[in-house]
């Protein structure tokens, strides 16, 4: 298995500009999560699918961003119009919840999104 | 705010010893996991202990569980310069969706030679 895959590996972008993250779970996997992470305030879960339906998204920092899952086998984070603050590595998991405990969650290797 | 909190933030051994790090909770959990994380890629999945289970291993790790104490300490014996990483605990925050994983700091392990 190909594992996580993320796109693009680094991303710089100039402030006020939209910026795409694209990410392709573990086939067969049913829940997708989307992370953040930053020295200040580590790993933050901005949002996580289930199906491809948006279960929770109380972390996602603001209506500037968005995510979207329209098949199982691919999501976006959308970031329009992306800040300075915004700056950060977005990680991409998946995983597969099996007999109701937490199976193990499997990381792409993420995207570096610098926002000058 | 974080769920988990490691402890040492860091860590410096040489290649052979002992390493041994601590995870603090705040809430009940169903399960904790330990990710590594080395530099410039994403966490791989250890290790995963279930609320009901006190210790676990697997090859050279060894976790433990204390949910009176809500914490749990990870060990890796026999230490190389290949598990130079940082490592980082992983508790649902929310037991009644038990699909939402937090993350503690983490902790920066350096193995020398």
């Known amino acids: 298995d190909a594992g996580v895959i993320q796109s693009p590996r680094h991303e710089v972008t100039e402030m006020g500009q939209e910026v795409t993250l694209r990410c392709k779970p573990i086939?067969?996997?049913?829940?997708l999560f989307w992370y953040r992470q930053t020295m200040m305030r580590g790993l933050e879960l901005l949002i996580y699918f289930n199906n491809n339906v948006p279960i929770d998204d109380s972390g996602m920092p603001e209506d500037r961003f968005s995510a979207k899952m329209p098949n199982a086998s691919f999501s976006t984070l959308k970031i329009q119009p992306s800040e300075p603050r915004d700056s950060a590595v977005y990680f991409c998991?998946?995983?597969?919840?099996?007999?109701?405990?937490?199976?193990?969650?499997?990381f792409g290797n993420g995207t570096r999104l610098t926002v000058t | 705010s974080q769920q988990g909190e490691e402890d040492p933030q860091a860590l410096s051994i040489q290649e052979g010893e002992n390493a041994t790090m601590n995870c603090s909770y705040k809430t009940s959990i169903n399960n904790l996991q330990w990710y590594r994380q080395n530099s410039g890629r994403g966490l791989v999945h250890l290790i995963l202990?279930?609320?009901?289970?006190r210790e676990k291993h697997s090859g050279r790790l060894r976790v433990t569980l204390d949910t009176s104490k809500k914490s749990s300490s990870l060990l890796i014996t026999a230490s190389r310069a290949a598990d130079t990483a940082s490592y980082f605990c992983?508790?649902?925050?929310?037991?009644?969706?038990?699909?939402?994983?937090?993350f503690g700091t983490g902790t920066r392990l350096q193995v020398t030679l």
């Open positions: 086939s067969g996997h049913d829940y």
């Open positions: 998991a998946s995983s597969l919840r099996t007999g109701g405990y937490n199976s193990p969650l499997h």
């Open positions: 202990i279930r609320s009901n289970e």
């Open positions: 992983a508790t649902d925050a929310d037991p009644g969706t038990a699909s939402k994983l937090t």
